[in-house]
C-alpha cells in the first residue's frame, strides 16, 4: 500500500460484497431480480467500486438517491438499469433518458412536472411509482383502507405523456422489528398488493414490483415479487438486532489508523480537551491520527474501544477533530507506526462496527455514511490491493 495512505483508511473487501450478494442471491426467490443499492456512495464504501463488483455478480438493478449518483454509475461504464429513489428535479428530464435512468414518482404534482419536463426536453422517462403504505414519505398515500382517490391520481400519473410506468413500490417502516414489526408489514404487503390490484383493474401493468428491502429479504420471503431491494445487507451488516440471522454475512468495511506517537504519562495527567479524562496511574497512551472530521464521532469519547496488536484499547479522552488517544498501558507491542483497527479485523480479534454505533446511540448504516470524503478507500480482492479511491486527490 502507497506510504501516503498510512495515516487513516478504510478498507473495503470486495470479496465480501460478492460473498454477501451470494448469499443473498441464494436466499432470494430465483424469479426476482436484484436491485442492488448503492445510494450515498455505496453506504460510504465507494458506490462505483462496489457496483462494479456487484455487476460482476450479476446484479440486475442499481438504486440510488439522486441524479448525480446515477450518473456516477453511468461514467463508470455500467450499463444496468439504474432507479433513482428519491427527487430529481423535473427540469432534468432530459438528462435522465439520456442516461436510461428510472425516476420515482411519488405524487401528482411531481408527475405533472416530470411530464412537462420530459414533453419539452421531447424524451420519454421511465417511471416507477412509489406507493406510500406507511412511511408517510414520498407516495401516493394508500395507508388506509380506503385509497380509491390515490389509486386514481397513480392511474392518471401513469397516463402523462413523456412518461412510461415501468415499476410501482413501497417501503416498509418496521420490517427489521422482528416479531413486533410483523404485523404492521403485513399490513403495508397488502395495501400495496391491493394498490397493484387496483391499478391493474384500471388496464395499468407494470413489470416490476418490489418492496423488499435488506430486513425484508431476510424476514419476508414471501413478499420478494419481481425485485428485491437490499442495501445494508450486502455490505455486510445486519439491518437491526432483531432480524433473523439466515445468512452468513462478512462486513465489508474495516476502519485504520496507526499510532502517530506513544507517551508513558504520569498519575494526574490528563488527556485532551476538557480534562475529561485523568490518568490514576502512570500510563501508556497512543495518539491516533483519527478523529471526528474522519467520521469518528466525538459522541465516543472515552466510551469505545480500538485493536492494537490485535488486543483492545480504550478511547481515552475527548475525540478531537483529527486524532484521539488510546490507553495502550497493557499492550507492550503498542509502538509509533503501528495499525489501529478502529472497527474491523485484526488477526484474531474483531471489532464489530455495532460497538462504536451503539456506544454512540446510531445504528451502523450511520457510521460507515458518515467516514469522511478525506479517507481514502482501499479495494482488497483476493487479498491484494486493486484500487484506491481517494477523494481528495480525484482531480490529480
Ligand atoms: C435505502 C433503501 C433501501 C435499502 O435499505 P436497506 O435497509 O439498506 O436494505 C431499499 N429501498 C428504499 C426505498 C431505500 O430508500
Redesign the pocket.
Known amino acids: 500500500m502507497d506510504e501516503f495512505l498510512r495515516r487513516t483508511w478504510v478498507q473495503v473487501d470486495l470479496d465480501a460484497i460478492r460473498h454477501n450478494y451470494e448469499e443473498i442471491r441464494r436466499a432470494v426467490n430465483p424469479a426476482a431480480g436484484m436491485?442492488a443499492?448503492v445510494?450515498?456512495d455505496g453506504?460510504g464504501h465507494g458506490a462505483v467500486y462496489v457496483a462494479r463488483e456487484l455487476a460482476d455478480c450479476g446484479a440486475d438493478w442499481f438504486?440510488v438517491?439522486n441524479i448525480e449518483e446515477a450518473v456516477e454509475l453511468r461514467r463508470a461504464g455500467l450499463p444496468q438499469p439504474v432507479l433513482i429513489?428519491?427527487y430529481t428535479p423535473p427540469q432534468l428530464a432530459g438528462e435522465l433518458a439520456r442516461h436510461r435512468i428510472s425516476q420515482?414518482v411519488f405524487s401528482t404534482s411531481y408527475g405533472e412536472a416530470l411530464s412537462k419536463g420530459a414533453v419539452e426536453a421531447g424524451v420519454a422517462v421511465n417511471i416507477h411509482i412509489?406507493i406510500d403504505t406507511g412511511m408517510s414519505r414520498l407516495g401516493f398515500f394508500c395507508q388506509q383502507e380506503d385509497c380509491a382517490a390515490s389509486i386514481d391520481e397513480a392511474a392518471q400519473v401513469c397516463t402523462l405523456p413523456g412518461l412510461v410506468p415501468e415499476g410501482i413500490?413501497t417501503?416498509f417502516a418496521v420490517?427489521?422489528e422482528g416479531e413486533e414489526g410483523e404485523a404492521f408489514t403485513q399490513h403495508q404487503f397488502e395495501q400495496f398488493c391491493r394498490a397493484v390490484d387496483a391499478l391493474r383493474e384500471k388496464g395499468i401493468r407494470f413489470r416490476y414490483r418490489?418492496c423488499?428491502?435488506?430486513?425484508?429479504?431476510l424476514c419476508y420471503p414471501q413478499m420478494n415479487l419481481d425485485l428485491v431491494?437490499?442495501?445494508?445487507?450486502?455490505?455486510g451488516l445486519a439491518?437491526s438486532g432483531k432480524c433473523k440471522d439466515v445468512l452468513s454475512l462478512r462486513p465489508a468495511m474495516e476502519l485504520k489508523s496507526v499510532i502517530s506517537m506513544v507517551k508513558e504519562i504520569g498519575p494526574a495527567a490528563t488527556v485532551s480537551y476538557g480534562r475529561t479524562y485523568a490518568a490514576q496511574n502512570p500510563m501508556r497512551v497512543a495518539t491516533v491520527p483519527v478523529g471526528y472530521a474522519d467520521g469518528y464521532p466525538r459522541l465516543a469519547s472515552s466510551k469505545t474501544r480500538a485493536l492494537v496488536a490485535g488486543k483492545p484499547a480504550k478511547v481515552v479522552g475527548r475525540v478531537c477533530m483529527d486524532q484521539l488517544m488510546l490507553d495502550v498501558t497493557g499492550i507492550a507491542e503498542a509502538r509509533e507506526g503501528m495499525t489501529v483497527t478502529m472497527f474491523g479485523r485484526d488477526g484474531e480479534a474483531f471489532l464489530p462496527i455495532e460497538e462504536l454505533s451503539d456506544a454512540v446511540g446510531t445504528i451502523p448504516?450511520e457510521t460507515v455514511c458518515l467516514i469522511g470524503k478525506r479517507v481514502p478507500r482501499v479495494y482488497v480482492k483476493n487479498g491484494k490491493v486493486i484500487g484506491v479511491a481517494d477523494y481528495l486527490k480525484a482531480g490529480d
Open positions: 436491485m443499492v445510494k450515498a453506504y438504486a438517491s429513489l428519491g420515482t412509489k413500490f417501503h420490517s427489521d418490489h423488499c428491502n435488506s430486513a425484508g429479504v431491494r437490499p442495501g445494508i445487507i450486502l455490505y439491518p448504516y
